[in-house]
């Protein structure tokens, strides 16, 4: 499956108006985004959302990022996926999470082998490991994605994760992290936008962990310093995160997904930047 090498992950092509999303959907397509991955973790009618997002495109990848576990039984994923008419089958990839377990509760167990029996479902449903990514961050995940499926979509991570993982993944397999983005150079603007849209993260350990296995300590993400911020974040013209981009290029990547992140919120905001962005990086 081709991703293109630049892509879109935005909540507004989810969870904002309908119509705004289509049509943000179908001009990001035209704009040269190979694919839109929108989120999936608090569950919901997701493959409606898909559903919409496929109809409003004609040649994008509609991607999750992430389909969460814990919220989908395999048989309502594999279902739902064998009913799509083939052109559309051809244009979806699920990124699969595992979640959190401040989130899930008592349900939540060893994560690497819970994602192995969901996978293990899925195979026996005929679902197409090709057409599958994991949201993996630590070592043992991204092992188990790059056995088991396409690849890896590893979010709120940075260029030096994105190395670490094609070493773990090896030549061939799909590696997609996610990049968040402020288009913004004043740097104490930029940072309150990034700040703000990362802060309740750092009370989920799967992410604090991988935080600190990349060097950053817990002082940094109790405070949610500069530090966390420029470590997860893009920010400046657009010239300032094409070069972000392309050091996860140089580390191994495949497919980038862009996340916009703006200080007004919404959808016209974020298309401004994308648009901006499409000049330098598409």
């Known amino acids: 499956m081709d991703l293109g090498r630049i892509g879109v ?28 991955w929108v989120p999936g973790g608090i569950g919901g009618d ?4 898909l559903d ?23 048989a309502e994923i594999a279902t739902w996926f064998h009913a799509l008419p083939a052109d559309m ?33 899925l195979t026996a449903l005929d679902m197409p490991g090709d057409q599958l990514c994991l949201a993996a961050l630590g070592p043992k995940m991204l092992a188990l994605s790059g056995t088991r499926t396409a690849g890896a979509h590893p979010y709120l991570i940075n260029p030096q994760h994105t190395a670490e993982a094609r070493k773990v993944l090896g030549p061939g397999k799909l590696l997609a992290p996610e990049q968040g983005v402020v288009l913004e150079s004043d740097p104490e603007k930029a940072r309150a936008v990034a700040r703000k849209a990362v802060e309740h993260y750092c009370r ?7 935080w600190l296995r990349l060097g950053l300590t817990q002082e940094d993400i109790d ?3 500069d530090r966390l911020v420029d470590a997860l974040f893009a920010w400046g013209d657009a010239r300032a995160i094409k070069a972000r981009v392309d050091e996860h290029f140089a580390a191994g990547a495949d497919h980038v997904c862009l996340q916009v992140v703006t200080a007004e919120g919404g959808m016209q905001a974020a298309m401004q930047v994308f648009r901006e962005l499409a000049k330098v990086l598409l």
């Open 89 to 121: 089958q051809a244009r979806v990839m699920l990124g699969l999470g595992i979640s959190h377990a401040p989130i899930i509760g008592e349900a939540w167990t060893k994560p690497v082998s819970a994602m192995r029996g969901y996978l293990d479902q």
């Open 204 to 210: 989920l350990p799967n992410y604090t962990n991988n």
């Open 46 to 49: 997701v493959t409606g959302d």
């Open 9 to 36: 992950w935005s909540m507004e092509l989810r969870f904002g108006d309908k119509a705004d999303a289509a049509a943000a959907a179908a001009e990001l397509e035209d704009l040269g985004y190979g694919t839109l």
């Open 52 to 74: 919409h997002l496929l109809a409003a495109t004609k040649r994008a990848v509609i991607a999750t990022g992430i389909l969460n576990v814990w919220k989908h039984e395999p």
């Open 223 to 225: 405070s949610v310093s």
